[in-house]
């Protein structure tokens, strides 16, 4: 037993001393002694000297090396790294060997180079490479003896960095008529792959609803759109890797026309016997169609159907008409006019001159007589107007109604009424009513009155049904006829 330990020390040292091509291990059986013949035993001590001929071991040159890396194919091309893959060497003289990537960029002779993490892995990522641009990689193997043979290069292009479309270049918009918008624009320059068509996104400004349509072209027509009415458009081109950058807004009105609607609110205030106010309101905002650049007001006696007059009026909500005839109905109509021209016109709306120029420093006085009809759910009211009222202008009168005091409700009606019937009353219910004449100055005296309600039908239905049963089950009218109550104005 005492002789191995020392045969193994004579191994070594003859293996240090004469770089033995055996010398890859030291086995703990005895070597075959013969190869080592000649040599003489040195005394030194062996520890250091086994320590010392491992590390020459490695280093040593001469061994087979491996072939080149099989199949190296690029899996995964982006724009700023490539993943290499391969399969180790048909001939690979050795476990889990280690590789190098050499790579270089096309026209350039310098080569960077990228190891595997780990031995036996199959797989690199090369980072930090420049997007759109062709590199070439080659693989080697590496076992034990040293650098085995290169894969031939590999072409590879890196993705483009930008691969969806840029914005389109010199988007227009002209309107082309009242309703439609003209949309033009240029190919994106930027972008990879052919631009494979056009969304045209618009609409109303700031209303928030905004539409597509698909464009092939560089260039489309929107109709349907609203009169004289700002847009919004804009455009987003599209390629097999989806939809790219928009453009911003451009924002464009499309053009006016005439009015679609008639001015609104007309109404006619008699000044005096030769003179009418006119009054209106524009057209409603979305018929207005443009610029309302003023107003025709048209007029003539109402017998008269053919003499009609005409007057241009700026932009204006009134016209005082002088120079008339008086206590003589005249009719007036009013259309507004854009740029393009005038829209429909009101209806026509008349009113009579006053007979004689009458006294408007001070209120009428209170009208001559007042007059009530209760019903079940209503009140009519019909009256005479005040005994002055041929020396004092009455312009209206107002009726003031409720359930015990005449101040819950206020309704107005003009002076040429004179009766008003008051709806959704209670039945059955005490009601006091006023009524005033009133002119610019203010409201005259009121003249007051009351009446009740009549019963509902069918409370008096059952009632007289209980008291007539047994003789008369029908009746044809069960309600007695009201008269109507009065009062005459105290004078
Ligand atoms: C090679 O790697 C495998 C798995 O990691 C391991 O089991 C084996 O021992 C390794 N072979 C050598 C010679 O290192
Ligand atoms: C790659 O491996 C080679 C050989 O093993 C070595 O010389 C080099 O320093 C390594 N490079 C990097 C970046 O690790
Ligand atoms: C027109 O008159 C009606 C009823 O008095 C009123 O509600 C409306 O606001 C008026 N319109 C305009 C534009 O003045
Ligand atoms: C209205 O007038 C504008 C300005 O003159 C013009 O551009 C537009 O075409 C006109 N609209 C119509 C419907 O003619």
Known sequence: ??????????????????????????????????????????????????????????????????????DV????????FIKLTWRVPADAHGENLTYQVYYSKEGMNRERVENTSRPGELQVTIQNLLPETVYYFRVVAQNNHGTGESSPPLKVETQPEVQVPGPAPNLRATSSSPT????????????????????L??????AGNEQDIDVGGLSFTVTGLKKYTEYTFRIVAI?????????????VRTLSDVPSAAPQNMTLEVRSSQSILVQWQPPPLGTQNGQIVGYKLRYRKTAR???????????????????????????????????????????????????????????????????????VNSIVVSWTPPENQHQVVVRGYAIGYGLGSPHAQTVRVDHKQRYYTIENLEPSSHYVISLKAFNNMGEGIPLYESAVTRQHTQTLLKLMFMLFMPHTPQFQNPAPCCPLWGSRRPS
Not at 190 to 199: D, P
Not at 239 to 251: A, E, L, R, Y
Not at 320 to 343: C, D, H, P, Q, W
């Open 305 to 375: 159907k053919t003499e009609t007059n005409e007057i241009l009026v700026d932009n204006q909500l009134s016209q005082l008409i002088t120079g008339l005839e008086k206590n003589t109905e005249y009719s007036f109509r009013v259309v507004a006019m854009t740029v393009n021209g005038s829209g429909p016109a009101t209806d026509w709306v008349a009113t009579d001159t006053f007979e004689n120029d009458l006294d408007e420093s001070r209120v009428p006085d209170m009208p001559s007589s007042l007059h009530v009809r209760p019903l």
């Open 73 to 80: 194919v690029a899996s995964l091309v982006s724009t700023r």
């Open 180 to 199: 439609s918008v003209s949309v033009s624009w240029e190919t994106p320059l930027s972008g990879n792959g052919e631009i494979q068509n056009y969304k």
């Open 1 to 70: 037993m005492e002789a191995v330990p020392g045969l193994f020390c004579l191994f070594s040292v003859l293996v240090f001393r004469f770089s033995c091509l055996c010398a890859c291990a030291c086995p703990p059986l005895p070597p075959p002694i013969y190869l080592c013949q000649g040599v003489t035993v040195p005394t030194s001590p062996a520890p250091s000297l086994t320590r010392a001929t491992a590390h020459h071991v490695a280093a040593t040159p001469g061994g087979p090396l491996p072939s080149s890396p099989r």
């Open 201 to 206: 996104y618009y609409m109303e400004k700031g």
């Open 239 to 251: 390629n097999k890797h989806g939809p790219g950058v928009s453009t911003q807004d451009v924002i």
